[in-house]
């Protein structure tokens, strides 16, 4: 089985071409192939599906509201085996992958998730801008929230204030006073119970931020069911939203600060957001007869 391992800011993915895949991805298969030590080690796996043209139409290579053609789709799943809605550094490698791979002959084609529609707009082989969509502020992955999304909750011995973002999925983001007190944290104590507080019924991402200068940020990031990581694309996205929102009404181009190096994050006066990154093929290889074999014979109900 092909594959193709892919990286942006650090955060690492397998992508998988659907056609190539011998078996259903189940959450255990994907644990085995994200494993370090015994798989291929991964953030990840990214599963694209290239679209179907042969027969057009609105869901076969149709175009869009904005224009665009479907070039394929993305499911991403986290290195735990969960599925996750979206990521913003996934969608980004897919979309520089199915580029390199010439799955669309537009430098913009639309990509479908299970989060919706994303966009992206190829810039040169390792940059693009991806639309992700408006942004929320409520959201079923914060039932109890008030509609402005600000509130606040109690873990680790801390009251934390936070603004809850949904951006495809969901983002608790905590603005921290000054950047020394942002890079103290320890955030493998204090994030899993804030990804696993009751609030957040699905679970949820965590960013902490702290203002650099005018709409400069450094964010680090607690993924969920990963986490933390050298970057998060939509976790850059819920930090720069929450930035945003303390002056709300007008569009803000946020450069995002990250363990593995910067996003640039516009968010519009509607909340609409897109991303400008890189992202990098790192090798092309193929699974071994014998993980193959061992993968074949996993139980997923297991787990």
């Given at each position: 089985?092909?594959?193709?391992?892919?990286?942006?800011?650090?955060?690492?993915?397998?992508?998988?071409?659907?056609a190539?895949?011998?078996?259903?991805?189940?959450a255990?298969?994907?644990?085995?192939?994200?494993?370090?030590?015994?798989?291929?080690?991964?953030?990840?796996?990214?599963?694209?599906?290239?679209?179907?043209?042969?027969?057009?139409?609105?869901e076969?290579?149709?175009?869009?509201?904005?224009?665009?053609?479907?070039?394929?789709s993305?499911?991403?799943f986290?290195?735990d085996?969960?599925?996750?809605?979206?990521?913003?550094?996934?969608?980004?490698?897919a979309?520089?992958?199915?580029?390199?791979h010439?799955?669309?002959p537009h430098?913009?084609f639309?990509?479908?998730?299970?989060?919706?529609?994303?966009?992206?707009?190829?810039?040169?082989?390792r940059?693009?801008?991806?639309?992700?969509?408006h942004a929320?502020?409520?959201?079923?992955?914060?039932?109890?929230?008030?509609?402005?999304?600000?509130?606040?909750?109690?873990?680790?011995?801390?009251v934390?204030?936070?603004?809850?973002?949904?951006?495809?999925?969901?983002?608790?983001?905590?603005?921290?006073?000054?950047?020394?007190?942002?890079?103290?944290?320890?955030?493998?104590?204090?994030?899993?119970?804030?990804?696993?507080?009751?609030?957040?019924?699905?679970?949820?991402?965590?960013?902490?931020?702290?203002?650099?200068?005018?709409?400069?940020?450094?964010?680090?990031?607690?993924?969920?069911?990963?986490?933390?990581?050298?970057?998060?694309g939509?976790?850059?996205?819920?930090?720069a939203?929450?930035?945003?929102?303390?002056?709300?009404?007008?569009e803000?181009?946020?450069?995002?600060?990250?363990?593995?190096g910067e996003?640039?994050?516009?968010?519009?006066?509607?909340?609409?957001?897109?991303?400008?990154?890189?992202?990098?093929?790192v090798?092309?290889?193929?699974?071994?007869?014998e993980?193959?074999?061992?993968?074949e014979?996993?139980?997923?109900d297991?787990?």
């Open positions: 089985m092909r594959f193709e391992k892919w990286q942006a800011l650090g955060n690492d993915y397998v992508i998988v071409d659907r190539e895949l011998p078996f259903e991805l189940t255990q298969r994907v644990r085995k192939i994200c494993a370090r030590h015994v798989g291929v080690g991964a953030d990840g796996v990214l599963l694209v599906a290239r679209e179907d043209r042969s027969h057009g139409g609105p076969k290579g149709g175009a869009r509201s904005n224009g665009a053609e479907r070039a394929g993305l499911r991403i986290n290195p085996g969960s599925e996750a809605e979206l990521s913003g550094n996934g969608a980004r490698e979309a520089l992958y199915m580029h390199r010439s799955w669309s430098a913009t639309v990509i479908d998730t299970p989060a919706g529609e994303v966009t992206p707009t190829i810039i040169d082989e940059t693009c801008t991806i639309e992700l969509g929320a502020t409520s959201s079923e992955d914060f039932p109890g929230g008030p509609a402005d999304g600000r509130s606040e909750l109690a873990a680790s011995g801390r934390w204030h936070f603004q809850h973002v949904s951006i495809g999925n969901p983002q608790c983001s905590i603005e921290v006073e000054h950047p020394d007190a942002l890079e103290a944290l320890e955030l493998a104590v204090l994030g899993p119970p804030i990804e696993a507080h009751a609030l957040f019924p699905n679970r949820t991402n965590v960013s902490w931020y702290a203002q650099l200068g005018d709409d400069r940020i450094r964010a680090r990031i607690f993924e969920r069911g990963v986490g933390e990581t050298l970057s998060s939509t976790g850059a996205a819920g930090a939203v929450a930035y945003a929102l303390r002056s709300p009404g007008r803000r181009t946020v450069t995002v600060l990250l363990d593995g996003l640039r994050v516009r968010v519009g006066a509607d909340l609409l957001v897109d991303q400008t990154g890189w992202a990098q093929q090798y092309v290889g193929r699974l071994s007869a993980l193959l074999a061992e993968l014979r996993t139980d997923a297991r787990g």
